[in-house]
């Protein structure tokens, strides 16, 4: 089993800055992918930005350029700076955790999700 707890989330003017935290335990893989996923009121969950063991990342064509992922891979903590935010980021922020086998895919835990309000 695998225990993902976020932080950080908070209300903040349009253009201020975030930044998100996610430390997981239990049953984590050497092997494994992290990442921020956001649900909006009446949106599905959508990808943010991911990151593997090795330091890949990937990112979602809207944050691009303005948030950016990190990890601790010692703490098995990920770590979301969001900068030059917008309203249409305001969302319930969720971490998750992927325990990958070699074929790249595996099994997702996911976080209690934490609130992000953009003002205008």
């Known amino acids: 089993q695998v225990q993902l707890v976020e932080s950080g989330g908070g209300l903040v003017q349009a253009g201020g800055s975030l930044r998100l935290s996610c430390a997981a335990s239990?049953?984590?893989?050497?092997?494994?992918?992290m990442g921020w996923y956001r649900q909006a009121p009446g949106q599905e969950r959508e990808l943010v930005a991911t990151?593997?063991?090795?330091?890949?990342?990937n990112y979602s064509d809207s944050v691009k350029g303005r948030f950016t992922i990190a990890r601790d891979n010692a703490k098995n903590t990920v770590y979301l700076q969001m900068n030059s935010l917008k309203p249409e980021d305001t969302a319930v922020y969720y971490c998750?955790?992927?325990?990958?086998?070699?074929?790249?895919?595996?099994?997702?835990?996911w976080g209690q999700g934490t609130q992000v309000t953009v003002s205008s």
């Open positions: 998750n955790l992927c325990n990958l086998f070699e074929g790249g895919t595996g099994f997702h835990y």
């Open positions: 239990g049953s984590i893989f050497s092997i494994n992918r």
């Open positions: 990151i593997t063991s090795r330091g890949r990342t």
